[in-house]
Nanobody, 124 residues
């Protein structure tokens, strides 16, 4: 089992910044993938950014150029720096983990472990 704990959500005005962190613990592996997903009320969960322990990252078009992900393999920590936030970024943000990962999955179905979520609210 892998446990994920997210932190860093909150409320911010449009144009502001927030930093989310996700720490993985338990049965983690040296090769893994992690991702940030978000879900707004009444909408489906969508992938925001995905990264691997090899250093690769894939961003969704909606956040490309505004969000930056970084991964600390020694600490099993995934950090998401969100700049130029927009009201449409408002959602519950979830961290996800997949061990023994060599090709970064972008579907939520391919991540077996999930955090509890952290709320991000952006006002106009």
């Amino acid at each position: 089992q892998v446990q994920l704990v997210e932190s860093g959500g909150g409320s911010v005005q449009g144009g502001g910044s927030l930093r989310l962190s996700c720490v993985a613990s338990g049965y983690t592996t040296n090769t893994y993938c992690m991702g940030w997903f978000r879900q707004a009320p009444g909408k489906e969960r969508e992938g925001v950014v995905f990264s691997s322990s090899h250093g690769a990252a894939i961003y969704s078009d909606s956040v490309k150029g505004r969000f930056t992900v970084s991964q600390d393999n020694a600490k099993n920590t995934l950090t998401l720096l969100m700049n130029s936030l927009k009201p449409e970024d408002t959602a519950m943000y979830y961290c996800a983990y997949r061990g023994f990962c060599f090709t970064i999955p972008q579907s939520s179905n391919e991540y077996p472990y999930w955090g509890q979520g952290t709320q991000v609210t952006v006002s106009s």
